[in-house]
């Protein structure tokens, strides 16, 4: 459908109000049900399998997560992401680390940003295969142009030399330049020191920290466990009722 073309008024002199109301009507389905296959299109290229809002990310007096007063709210508000800073999500697995990633990631693709979600271990798998089938320059250039980075779990990854020398080239050509954000269950620290290269491991470290947006869920309860437990709560009084009123 050509909209410049059909949105030239003199196509319609003389015809009925209610028929051009209705082409009206028409043209802003189409707008939106474009915009709509466009975002889908973005989620798929990011890696996300489908949108996640605020709303479903609740916090509060008794709930998760915990964090330092006004950091998720900080983070919801992708600020950091226009200012070219990191984002560091730290905390015990099931803290909402990854939903409050996923979260910011669909917000960022809403606002334009291109983004890239992505686990650790899956970037270092894939640095090998890239490195086996010669493709390795446009696998790290990939990595390196996308506005918006997310690494997931990277404490959980290892990286041998030749992909941890591939991995620090992605992260130093993003430095100050682009937004990369990271999910972590352990200690960070530990995880560079790891590396093989321990300078190289420093490095990584300088470039992640420096004026990156810190939101620290240690402490927090795991949310997931904390669900199930309300489910078989819930299993248990109906089932201790129906025997009751057997």
Not at 57 to 82: C, H, K, M, Q, V
Request: hydrophobic fraction near 40%.
């Amino acid at each position: 459908m050509c909209l410049p073309r059909l949105a030239d008024k003199s196509l319609y002199l003389g015809a009925p109000l209610p028929v051009l109301e209705g082409f009206r009507q028409a043209l802003a389905e189409q707008r939106s049900e474009d915009e709509k296959k466009r975002f889908a299109n973005k989620l798929r290229y990011a890696g996300i399998a489908k949108e996640r809002t605020a709303n479903t990310f609740a916090w509060g007096e008794g709930s998760y997560p915990l964090a330092e007063p006004g950091a998720i709210e900080d983070a919801l508000a992708i600020g950091f992401i226009r200012q070219r800073r990191n984002l560091m999500l730290a905390g015990p697995p099931g803290a909402g680390k990854s939903l409050l990633a996923a979260i910011i990631a669909c917000k960022a693709i809403r606002e334009g940003f291109s983004v890239r979600y992505k686990t650790a271990h899956d970037i270092a798998m894939e640095i090998g295969e890239a490195k086996d089938g010669n493709s390795l320059s446009g696998y790290i250039r990939k990595l390196q142009a996308c506005d918006v980075l997310i690494i997931e779990d990277l404490t959980f990854a290892t990286f041998d030399s030749r992909a941890a020398q591939s991995f620090f080239s992605v992260i130093d050509k993003r430095y100050g330049r682009k937004t990369t954000a990271i999910t972590s269950n352990g200690n960070i620290n530990e995880w560079a020191r790891g590396l093989p290269d321990e300078n190289m491991g420093a490095a990584l470290l300088g470039r992640f920290y420096e004026e990156a947006l810190l939101v620290n869920m240690n402490g927090c309860e795991d949310m997931r466990l904390r669900r199930a437990k309300g489910m078989l709560g819930a299993m248990g009084k109906g089932a201790s009722g129906a025997a009751g009123g057997a």
